[in-house]
C-alpha cells in the first residue's frame, strides 16, 4: 500500500494562488496514474483532476483553466497549481493512487493522503 502525503494548503484570498504538493513513497509511483479530490464541508468527496502515468490530463469542468495537475516522477511528487481561487474552492483537497475504473470514480482509487485545507476569503 501507497504513503501519500499532501501539503501546500492555506488561506488566500478570492483570485489568489496556492500550490499543492502529494509526497509519495512506498510504491512505484511512476507505474501509477493520480488523482486529486477535494470534500468541502457537509458535501461529498468530489473529483477535480487526473494524470497519468505519461502525464496525459484531465480536469473537472469547474476547475478547467485555473487549476493545473502535474507530476514529478523523479521525486515521486504530485501536483496541484490553483490559480484565479475562488470561495467556492475552499475545502480539504486530497491526493490518491489512481488504479481502475474512470478517473473520476472514487472507487477506483486505492490509497489517499489525509488532505491539505484550502481556505479562499471573498
Known amino acids: 500500500q501507497g504513503h501519500l502525503v499532501e501539503s501546500g494548503g492555506g488561506l488566500v484570498q478570492t483570485g489568489g494562488s496556492l500550490r499543492l504538493s502529494c509526497a509519495a513513497s512506498g510504491f512505484s509511483f511512476d507505474s501509477y496514474s493520480m488523482g486529486w479530490f477535494r470534500q468541502a464541508p457537509g458535501k461529498e468527496r468530489e473529483w477535480v483532476a487526473w494524470?497519468?502515468?505519461?502525464?496525459?490530463?484531465t480536469y473537472t469542468d469547474f476547475v478547467k483553466g485555473r487549476f493545473i495537475i502535474s507530476r514529478d516522477n523523479t521525486n515521486n511528487t504530485l501536483y496541484l497549481q490553483m490559480d484565479s481561487l475562488k470561495p467556492e474552492d475552499t475545502a480539504v483537497y486530497y491526493c490518491?493512487?489512481?488504479?481502475?475504473?474512470?478517473?473520476?470514480?472514487?472507487?477506483?482509487?486505492?490509497?489517499w493522503g489525509p488532505g491539505t485545507q484550502v481556505t479562499v476569503s471573498s
Open positions: 490518491a493512487r489512481h488504479y481502475r475504473n474512470s478517473a473520476f470514480d472514487l472507487s477506483g482509487y486505492d490509497s
Open positions: 494524470i497519468s502515468t505519461i502525464s496525459t490530463t
